[in-house]
């Protein structure tokens, strides 16, 4: 049996996350994970993580306060351990049904077989307009 690739274990994120299986997603990341999203101040589903429970909470605060409306990852670059993902995703505030429409950047790096660095670069701007309003 072939070892799994960093870039099909990071691929592997998404359907679950999809499905609602938190879980099952937080399982992909190792025990201690270097977290990172930039946003404002008083954004709720942005907690402090370092470990895969802080990942599965990151995962509910998500589902609860954001609606994933559309995915479209249009490049995964991967060398060695790490793996880049550039796409465009849109979601719905659930508070405020304002839309968030971002193109994003996700770094990640994956050692063991288990995710080890989630880095998010997003429009905050638009995260704190969706969330916050003008």
């Given at each position: 049996?072939?070892?799994?690739?960093?870039?099909?274990?990071?691929?592997?994120?998404?359907p679950?996350?999809?499905?609602?299986?938190?879980?099952?997603?937080?399982?992909?990341?190792?025990?201690?994970?270097?977290?990172?999203?930039?946003?404002?101040?008083g954004?709720?589903?942005?907690?402090?993580?370092?470990s895969?429970?802080?990942?599965?909470?990151?995962?509910?605060?998500?589902?609860?306060?954001?609606?994933?409306?559309?995915?479209?990852?249009?490049?995964?670059?991967?060398?060695?351990?790490?793996?880049?993902?550039i796409g465009?995703?849109?979601?719905?505030?659930?508070?405020?049904?304002?839309?968030?429409?971002?193109?994003?950047?996700?770094?990640?790096?994956?050692?063991?077989?288990?995710?080890?660095?989630?880095?998010?670069?997003?429009?905050?701007?638009?995260?704190?307009?969706?969330?916050?309003?003008?």
């Amino acid at each position: 049996m072939t070892a799994e690739s960093p870039a099909q274990t990071v691929q592997r994120l998404f359907p679950l996350l999809a499905e609602g299986k938190s879980a099952e997603a937080a399982a992909l990341f190792a025990d201690s994970v270097s977290f990172s999203i930039p946003h404002p101040p008083g954004i709720p589903w942005v907690p402090e993580v370092d470990s895969a429970e802080g990942m599965r909470t990151f995962f509910d605060l998500l589902q609860t306060h954001v609606q994933a409306k559309e995915l479209d990852l249009g490049q995964v670059i991967a060398e060695g351990d790490d793996v880049v993902l550039i796409g465009r995703m849109v979601s719905e505030v659930k508070k405020t049904g304002r839309c968030i429409d971002t193109a994003f950047a996700l770094h990640t790096t994956v050692r063991g077989g288990r995710i080890t660095r989630y880095h998010l670069y997003e429009d905050s701007y638009a995260v704190a307009r969706a969330y916050f309003g003008d």
